[in-house]
């Protein structure tokens, strides 16, 4: 139970003390007289954007002309460069201030026959860009901007982390997780493709508000009072997880689809997605396993602490993001 106590309680800090980073995105976009309309996002911190400043190494990739406009997620900035400009081949792409952050960037370059896309990671803050020959379908990229999601996604991981508490059965439990993935992936989908389109203010609160019911029903059961969850745990984690998937869609849609092969990147982020997910359930499920052992008998009310910490957690984000909308 300690152990459980401290799995938890590391969780409160990490979620109460840094909000997700989205990947910051950087388009570079060759028109049809030669001209390259620039794109780059900035994830916000409150009302900054994290200190991220794109340099080309010929020189020309500057933003004094740009155009900015905000969105619930990112600074954005949209400038146009006219030729004549040196070639884009062989030029290197840095991204000054991304070595002191832990979010990554997505550079995408639209040519008109092709597209190329690199993903420059803090440890390595520059790509050079080689446009001589086609590029593979970025595969790893989009793979690893969806693990890197669900792992930076505190109430993600947390409501997750919930269902490993409440459902105990093993059969029963990947059945639960199986449900959650159908459900998000549904509507991750949905919503990237636009078939389905909802604020992504409203949904990240909503997501919220699940984990606030998900620590209720976990509270009620260690009570001995078993609701709708403990008993039917398949059924609430795919109504909760088609919540939890317009949240995936909308870091997706906000960091940037590659136009011309949409499907491909949606259907690599869900494999990150889940790939991130089952790691991190094999990790608790490890965890959870090390304490049922206790060598020490602990007082009957400290059961109950994961739950009050998972709900008063998750209504402190359900505050703070319903006074953002």
Do not use: C
Request: charged share 15%; hydrophobic share 50%.
């Amino acid at each position: 139970m300690k152990r459980t106590v401290s799995i938890i309680l590391l969780f409160s800090f990490l979620a109460s003390n840094a909000h997700e980073i989205r990947p910051a995105y950087l388009e570079i976009k060759e028109n049809s007289d030669h001209s390259l309309s620039i794109t780059w996002k900035q994830p916000l911190i409150g009302e900054y954007g994290v200190p991220l400043h794109p340099v080309m190494s010929a020189g020309w990739l500057q933003d004094s002309t740009a155009e900015i406009s905000y969105t619930e997620s990112y600074l954005v900035k949209h400038w146009e460069i006219v030729p004549p400009y040196a070639t884009l081949d062989a030029q290197t792409v840095t991204i000054y201030g991304l070595e002191n952050t832990i979010t990554d960037v997505l550079v995408q370059i639209i040519l008109p026959k092709n597209s190329f896309t690199y993903l420059v990671k803090p440890i390595h803050p520059y790509v050079k860009l080689n446009i001589t020959k086609p590029q593979p379908p970025p595969v790893w990229q989009y793979i690893q901007l969806g693990i890197y999601h669900i792992w930076s996604g505190f109430d993600h991981l947390l409501f997750v982390f919930g269902l490993l508490l409440l459902v105990r059965k093993r059969s029963l439990l990947i059945w639960t997780i199986t449900a959650f993935t159908i459900a998000h992936s549904i509507t991750l989908a949905l919503a990237t493709l636009h078939v389905v389109k909802v604020s992504s203010g409203f949904t990240e609160a909503a997501i919220a508000l699940s984990i606030v019911f998900l620590g209720v029903e976990l509270l009620r059961h260690y009570q001995g009072k078993d609701g709708l969850t403990f008993k039917f745990p398949w059924l609430v984690s795919f109504l909760f997880g088609l919540l939890h998937g317009l949240g995936f869609a909308s870091a997706l849609r906000d960091v940037g689809l590659p136009q011309n092969n949409i499907p491909m990147a949606l259907f690599l982020f869900n494999v990150g997605v889940e790939l991130g997910q089952l790691s991190f359930v094999t990790l608790m499920l490890l965890l959870i396993a090390a304490i049922k052992r206790p060598r020490f008998q602990f007082p009957a009310w400290s059961v109950r602490l994961p739950a009050y910490i998972i709900g008063t957690l998750a209504v402190y984000w359900f505050i703070e993001r319903v006074l953002a909308i």
